[in-house]
């Protein structure tokens, strides 16, 4: 008896390329939009309260091959205080212990703001200050928009309009 039959061979071959797309899928970047709405929340608690999430200012990397990933976006922080919300402007999510503008951050889920006074400012979910390194400005930036990371050498630049911040694996 033949254990490969005619209509198991295309079965095997689909799998085998599903697979290898996935296998593909997992090579470390910036995700997509598509794989950022898979891994996206749609509300985040801090600080007592749950806030909607902006899933169209939220962006992402996918930090090794494993699948492991960094995600940030930008929250509707009407509910909060003032005091609050002028640190918490967003979530940041990471599964990799992170060098963020030269200050090291663990895993875990945390609240950050740009302030005023030119700081990236990270927090625990209790609005307890966890960071805080010098954002830097780039003038250049065409067309800010409110949240984006893009690629920077070995590095990652997480932007809020033109303020920016570098974010590394460590």
Not at 103 to 115: D, E, I, K, R
Request: aromatic fraction near 8%.
């Amino acid at each position: 008896m033949n254990l490969l039959s005619r209509n198991t061979v295309p079965v095997l071959l689909l799998l085998a390329c599903a697979f290898s797309a996935s296998a593909q899928s997992a090579k470390p970047g910036l995700l997509t939009s598509d794989e950022v709405k898979k891994v996206a929340p749609k509300d985040y608690y801090y600080r007592g309260q749950s806030a909607t999430t902006q899933l169209r200012n939220t962006a992402g990397i996918r930090v090794t091959s494993d699948g492991k990933m960094v995600v940030a976006g930008m929250v509707d922080t009407s509910g909060y205080s003032s005091d609050i919300a002028q640190k918490y402007m967003g979530f940041l999510i990471t599964e990799v212990k992170l060098d963020v503008g030269g200050s090291s951050l663990a895993p875990g889920q945390y609240g950050f703001g740009f302030t005023k006074d030119g700081k990236f400012v990270v927090t625990d979910v209790g609005a307890n200050e966890v960071c805080s390194v010098s954002a830097s400005t780039d003038e250049n930036l065409k067309r800010p928009v409110p949240l984006k990371i893009t690629e920077d050498g070995g590095a990652y630049r997480l932007y809020a309009g033109k303020k920016w911040v570098s974010l590394k694996t460590e």
